[in-house]
């Protein structure tokens, strides 16, 4: 497959050609309700069964604990609306890295009178268990903290979080769209409540969001209908995208652990090679564990949505925590909880690499960066007036 | 891609960018915290604005912005160049994205902060 110069994995993947072709026929000849009672549509429902395992299988899950949503967003949304709602009142610890869907879906339950307690997070993008056991209180009933962060790609120590709450008797969410399909996730050795996932991070299809619910927890629904996905999430299945994600996970068992270590090697070399060629380059998220795919950093003293274009110019596909490339006149809230000035977190590019990434693209990167960065040093009033020679 | 094939074009621009030794006139406005910083420089003479520059820490509309600003006024009066509105910038750019226009009220500024310094150091 040729996905050529593309450096935003985290933000989406491609299908993969195997999975696209497992989910065709759910279009054509297949195309039949799974809730229907004919043949054809029981072996749709099988098909659509099966997959479910395949995913279950990849985080440590048993079938019946994964529910299909739309999408990430909508996961997270169930989770945390469905789980507080159901609880009816109470205080929720999020931390400040949070991806949007879960920082303003808590602070939508803020709103609706729950108490929110926002954990910082240190310089290298991690999240202290002692600022946790500080900010339970008698009345918590939920802790959400991603897993792996899409900006930085730290990994947060899940299991010390996961115990410390449950030790409190609170459940704890975790926002695992970054941490799937990248590293090793075991909902059952570590003891997790609920898990948020998406299709279209691990080479499935955009469309479909998954959820892990323990056995036995009750979440409150937020889609009404005809009762699928045992009434917490009714409409139609999307069964193409279901069937693609689980050829998607059964994919990533055999191949993860290869993909990573090549994506680690690579990185390592992008930052040593970027560390030594472009002067006043700074590490977000410098720090193990993080994850493999991913390299932030900051480029002193010049804008970020700039360098974007410019790269775009030679093909190279990136994003950035500036501004610029959001709708909003704030950079990244990830980058400004890590202590980075504003100025800093507008200047940075986040690099995240995957399965289709090879060792061109890598060349193609290191040549064409260090100069988009000098000549919009260049053009900065900041560059030079920095420089010891004024 | 968002822009339009003009601010593309004065993005690239080498000509305007830099800065002017010994310059008439400085303007310095904009702010980290909103990612768009911009200095104009100015040379003048007889009321002709004979040199400008700019340096921009900023987006692609920042910097396209900036260049374009710098060519609309250099040659031109300073009465003259005191009348080049954001607007006009950003029509001479075939207009930019709502979320951008910000940026094009930058350039007015730089060019009003730069004339302001010339005039206060030469009354």
Redesign the interface.
């Known amino acids: 497959m040729n996905v050529s110069n593309y450096f935003d994995y985290n933000a989406t993947t491609p299908v993969d050609p195997r999975v696209l072709e497992r989910m065709l026929p759910f279009f054509t000849e297949r195309f039949f309700n799974p809730s229907s009672f004919y043949r054809q549509a029981g072996e749709v429902l099988a098909d659509m069964e099966g997959a479910r395992a395949e995913l279950a299988k990849l985080i440590g899950a048993t079938p019946d604990e994964i529910l299909f949503c739309g999408s990430g967003t909508e996961s997270d949304n169930l989770a945390i609306l469905g789980s507080a709602r159901h609880k009816g009142s109470g205080h929720i610890i999020t931390s400040a890295i949070e991806h949007p869907a879960v920082l303003n879906t808590c602070k939508q339950l803020q709103k609706e009178g729950f108490g929110l307690t926002i954990l910082p997070i240190d310089s290298h993008g991690f999240v202290s268990p002692e600022d946790l056991k500080k900010a339970l209180r008698p009345d918590t009933i939920l802790v959400s903290i991603m897993w792996a962060n899409n900006e930085i790609g730290s990994i947060q120590p899940i299991a010390e979080l996961a115990k410390i709450t449950r030790e409190h008797g609170a459940l704890f969410h975790t926002d695992a769209v970054q941490a799937v399909g990248k590293l090793p996730v075991d909902v059952e050795a570590i003891g997790i409540d609920l898990l948020s996932f998406s299709a279209h991070k691990i080479y499935g299809p955009k469309g479909l969001g998954l959820l892990y619910k323990r056995r036995g927890l009750r979440l409150k629904a937020l889609v009404f209908g005809g009762g699928h996905e045992k009434g917490l999430r009714s409409g139609t299945e999307n069964v193409a995208a279901i069937v693609g994600a689980g050829e998607a996970a059964r994919l990533l068992s055999a191949e993860m652990a290869d993909d990573a270590m090549r994506l680690r090697q690579w990185r390592d070399h992008l930052q040593e090679q970027i560390l030594a060629v472009i002067p006043q380059v700074l590490i977000n998220g410098d720090q193990e564990p993080r994850l493999a795919n991913t390299l932030n950093i900051s480029i002193r003293?010049?804008?970020?949505?700039?360098m974007l274009?410019m790269l775009?110019?030679f093909g190279l596909a990136l994003s950035s925590g500036?501004?610029?490339s959001s709708?909003s006149?704030d950079?990244s809230h990830v980058l400004l909880a890590l202590g980075r000035?504003?100025?800093d977190a507008?200047g940075s590019l986040r690099i995240s690499m995957g399965r289709f990434t090879n060792e061109t693209d890598i060349k193609q990167l290191l040549t064409h960066l260090p100069p988009v960065a000098a000549r919009l040093r260049?053009?900065?009033?900041?560059w030079?007036n920095q420089q010891p020679q004024g | 891609?968002l822009?339009s094939k003009k601010v593309?074009e004065q993005?690239?621009k080498t000509e305007h960018?830099?800065?002017i030794e010994n310059a008439d006139g400085i303007g310095?406005v904009g702010n980290?915290?909103?990612?768009?910083?911009?200095?104009i420089y100015l040379k003048v003479d007889d009321g002709v604005i004979t040199d400008a520059k700019?340096?921009?820490?900023?987006?692609?509309?920042?910097?396209a912005t900036s260049s374009m600003a710098i060519g609309m006024i250099k040659g031109k009066r300073i009465e003259e160049a005191l009348e080049v509105t954001n607007k006009a910038v950003a029509e001479a750019l075939d207009g930019l994205p709502p979320?951008?226009m910000h940026c094009s009220m930058l350039a007015e500024e730089g060019i009003r902060a730069a004339i302001e310094d010339y005039q206060s150091r030469h009354v």
């Open positions: 003293h010049i804008e970020g949505e700039s274009a775009e110019q500036s501004a610029c709708k006149l950079p000035a504003h100025e507008h260049q053009i900065s009033p900041f030079r | 891609m822009y593309m993005f690239q960018y830099g800065q310095k980290t915290r909103c990612g768009d910083v911009m200095w700019y340096e921009t820490f900023g987006c692609v509309a920042a910097i979320e951008k």
